[in-house]
């Protein structure tokens, strides 16, 4: 019924930049709060930053300063603007939205994850 399809992942040294996006599609009446997330190696997946509809947004305090959420809701997208990689934040990056679909139902949806690795 709905898609979340990631990219922008790779590898780049500390220091570097790098831009995911995601795109939602499918039966959606609505979509509503979106973010990103991240799981490194044998640690739970945490938030990294949300954005809602009319663009209020929310970051885990480990990114903060250094990387930006924006979305674009024509394109039923949600971008991540990050800068001055550490290590640390090597991980697989999922994307998660908030929607209702077109039969009424509110859904959350996640992406299939873009890996993200940033060597020292």
């Known amino acids: 019924q709905v898609q979340l399809v990631e990219s922008g992942g790779g590898l780049v040294q500390a220091g570097g930049s790098l831009r995911l996006s995601c795109a939602a599609s499918g039966r959606i009446l609505s979509l509503n709060a979106m973010g990103w997330y991240r799981q490194a190696p044998g640690k739970q997946r945490e938030l990294v930053a949300t954005?809602?509809?009319?663009?209020?947004?929310n970051y885990a305090g480990s990114v903060k300063g250094r990387f930006t959420i924006s979305r674009d809701n024509a394109k039923n997208s949600v971008y991540l603007q990050m800068n001055g990689l550490k290590p640390e934040d090597t991980a697989v990056y999922y994307c998660?939205?908030?929607?209702?679909?077109?039969?009424?139902?509110?859904?959350?949806?996640w992406g299939q994850g873009t890996q993200v690795t940033v060597s020292s």
């Open positions: 954005i809602t509809r009319d663009g209020s947004t």
């Open positions: 998660n939205a908030d929607l209702v679909v077109t039969s009424g139902y509110n859904y959350n949806g």
